[in-house]
């Protein structure tokens, strides 16, 4: 029997090397009980499309992921924006909107730290 391969993600956000905005971000975003739609969002973000196929959506980090997000965009605000963006092209428009939420509200310390005391 293989010994089991710890999940690369909970591996990042239970043992960051820092504590830092994201990785405390991450480390809520990864122990929500909705982390695959959360990733599923943020994936969308990442790639401009969406993805429900498992083995692809693990084939990235969420670190990876949420790191994508903060880069492209320069405010809190146009993190909305991308997020909301995918979140228009669902079906499931009122479920997405509550993850864009979650996500929003976990990374907004890290545009504070970003701007020196104020996420815009």
């Not at 999940?7 to 929500?32: K, R």
């Not at 498992?54 to 994508?68: D, F, G, N, P, R």
């Amino acid at each position: 029997m293989r010994p089991e391969q710890p999940n690369e993600d909970t591996t990042e956000a239970v043992a960051p090397l820092t504590i830092t905005p994201l990785n405390l971000a991450l480390q809520q975003l990864v122990s929500h009980p909705n982390h695959r739609r959360i990733k599923k969002l943020l994936y969308g973000t990442h790639q401009a499309c969406w993805e429900n196929d498992a083995t692809v959506l693990e084939s990235v980090s969420l670190k990876v992921l949420l790191e994508s997000l903060t880069d492209r965009n320069a405010t809190l605000e146009e993190c909305r924006n991308s997020l909301y963006q995918i979140v228009r092209t669902l079906n499931r428009q009122e479920t997405y909107s509550k993850i864009a939420n979650i996500i929003l509200e976990s990374i907004q310390n890290v545009y504070i730290e970003m701007t020196g005391g104020t996420a815009r």
